[in-house]
């Protein structure tokens, strides 16, 4: 186990291409720390430049009580696990486990034992250990790779991607196992995805990058409930948050999305932003199909999507014509053409500045 910790780090790739604008973060000891971002990013280059397989431009790296910026992948003691498991093909699954320990030249007895632990672990069975990562499935492979990476013991975790392989439901399986394996071992573990549901149900804190800035780092339930930016507004959340254009009034006390009826604002109201244009951010769960209430707005139904747990509806509000997704509790009966009434909680408004795309309130 051990602390990781980034400062200032920047990263140019030769051809002049900043990737990374200056990450600053502390990984405590036994962290899951869950990268995310759209393709392109910056996350791999910033999880490869924690693993040593990239350059540091600028700023510095310390694992535990040594800095690393200047050691080699193999002396920085950790393991990482990759998208495409990376296995060799011509070794059957305990030779791929044990070979990097005997690179490190440990006796066979203690090679045997670890990766008798590791499979126990993983519950791959003795049968299992023999054959060839061709013969096992893609989950197996996957767990193969993990114990590759746990037999080293290494200080540090690193997934670069490790689900994205596999289909949906294996995926949701092995996420729990990842969660679970982490847990146990508590071993410090940083981890890339493009997946808002992965980040989320995996992390104890996530970083997410925009084109190589950090847009927000905090727990999942911050990010969901306090989002600092339109962007992770919008990447944060399935289905995805809505927005509208609105105004909030001179008194800082309603905001008005064009055309329709004043909502309060919660908490006493946003007076420093009287009389500002704003983007207003509502997420489809917190919408509710309210008839007869007074400040309900009237939604023109397009589509509903049923899930059976939930049902989405979609379609356009009031005059604003703006596009809404609702996703209401259990199964309605909902058609295309309907008009809902529907009310916004005032608790739950997330409110932008159009221009710096910051969270305002
Ligand atoms: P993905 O999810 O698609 O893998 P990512 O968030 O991991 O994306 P990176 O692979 O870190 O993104 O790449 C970040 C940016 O750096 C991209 O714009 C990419 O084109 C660029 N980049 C990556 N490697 C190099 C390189 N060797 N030279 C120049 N630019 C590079």
Redesign the pocket.
């Known amino acids: 186990m051990a602390r990781v910790v980034l400062e200032g780090i920047r990263k140019t790739?030769?051809?002049g291409?900043k990737?990374i604008h200056g990450v600053d973060v502390a990984i405590e000891e036994g962290e899951f720390l869950v990268l995310v971002?759209?393709?392109?990013?910056?996350?791999?280059?910033?999880?490869?430049m924690i693993a040593g397989l990239e350059s540091i431009t600028e700023g510095r790296l310390s694992i535990g009580d040594r800095d690393v910026n200047n050691l080699e992948p193999s002396e920085r003691n950790i393991a990482m696990v990759f998208q495409n498991y990376a296995l060799y093909p011509h070794m059957s699954v305990y030779k791929n486990m044990a070979y990097g320990l005997k690179i490190m030249g440990l006796p066979k007895a203690e090679i045997e034992e670890r990766v008798k632990k590791a499979a126990t672990i993983l519950e791959l069975t003795d049968e299992q250990l023999i054959r060839k990562p061709r013969q096992l499935s893609g989950g197996q492979r996957q767990r193969v790779a993990m114990g590759r990476a746990i037999v080293r013991e290494p200080s540090v975790f690193l997934f670069d991607?490790p689900l994205s392989n596999l289909d949906a439901k294996l995926r949701v399986q092995m996420r729990l196992e990842i969660k679970t394996l982490q847990a146990n071992l508590g071993i410090t573990s940083i981890y890339?995805t493009?997946d808002q549901v992965e980040a989320m149900t995996l992390g104890h804190r996530l970083m997410v990058?925009n084109a190589?800035n950090v847009e927000q780092l905090g727990t999942p339930i911050e990010l969901y409930q306090r989002p600092e930016s339109l962007f992770v507004a919008g990447f944060i959340g399935s289905p995805a948050m809505n927005f509208a254009e609105a105004r909030i009034d001179a008194a800082g006390k309603t905001i008005t999305i064009s055309g329709q009826e004043a909502l309060p604002l919660g908490d006493g109201g946003m007076a420093e932003h009287g009389g500002k244009d704003v983007i207003l951010g509502v997420r489809p769960e917190h919408l509710e199909l309210v008839a007869g209430a007074p400040d309900a707005v009237p939604m023109t139904v397009t589509m509903v999507e049923q899930l059976g747990a939930d049902t989405l509806v979609h379609g356009h509000f009031g005059e604003s014509k703006s596009d809404l997704t609702v996703r209401l509790e259990g199964i309605r009966h909902i058609k295309g053409g309907e008009v809902l009434p529907i009310r916004v909680s005032p608790d739950h408004l997330h409110v932008f500045d159009p221009k710096t795309e910051r969270r305002l309130s």
């Open positions: 790739y030769p051809n291409f990737a971002g759209p393709s392109g990013c910056g996350k791999s280059t910033l999880l490869r991607e890339v493009h990058l190589g």
